[in-house]
């Protein structure tokens, strides 16, 4: 009894009673923001090291407080950078120190906008401080890039129906769908990115009004490569 011959590997592009037909689907969705950012830095300087590292924990305490005060509104609080160093004296000999710089900076993340307008005011309004932000984004986990996945998944069953129909033919299996990049190592991953930048700079000793911030709509973006095969082509 003899063996049947081994069965060919499937060529890349198919044959011609079964082609491959390769496409790209693409989703693009605009949503709004779910959190927001602001980063508060504190600072302090003086002559004296012992009393500019009690100024710098005191006005830690200040801004951590006040971010606290906001409750549920508050998601998460984080001590960033924390940096005390000497300036020395640019004239005589040695290495006299002049004064000492401190400053730590704490970032904020909000789930409750309006909080975050009047918060930026009163930490931008607390001694030696100033605000960065807002950046605002969606959640890792948020559910808008599971949809634009699925588009982009869709939108690559259509484009390629059509383009099977355009042939006169029908599509019969899906052989892949991949994240746009990785089927070749050196090519751009594939990703779904949401952007979003606001800015505020400020520091004094007046006392300022709540900001009425805007919350800037997030694009998500989502890309596939799809491959397909279909029946013969009626040319």
Known sequence: MTNPPPASPPTPYGTPDEPRLAVRGEARLEVDPEIARIAVTVAVRGTDRRAALDDLTQRNAEARELIRSYGDAVEKLETGALLVTPELGRHGRGERVRRYHGRVRLTAT?????ALGELSTRAADLDLASVEGPWWALRPDSPV????????VR??????????????????????VADEGTEHPDAWMAREASRGYGGIAAAGAEAAPALD?????QTVYARV???FLMTRPQL
């Open 110 to 114: 909000f789930s409750d906008f309006t």
């Open 145 to 152: 890039h599971r949809e634009a996945r699925r588009q982009a």
């Open 155 to 176: 939108e690559a069953v259509t484009r390629a129906r059509e383009y099977a129909e355009a042939l006169g033919a029908e599509l019969t299996a899906v052989v892949e």
């Open 213 to 217: 911030l805007e919350p800037q709509r």
């Open 225 to 227: 490569n799809a491959r």
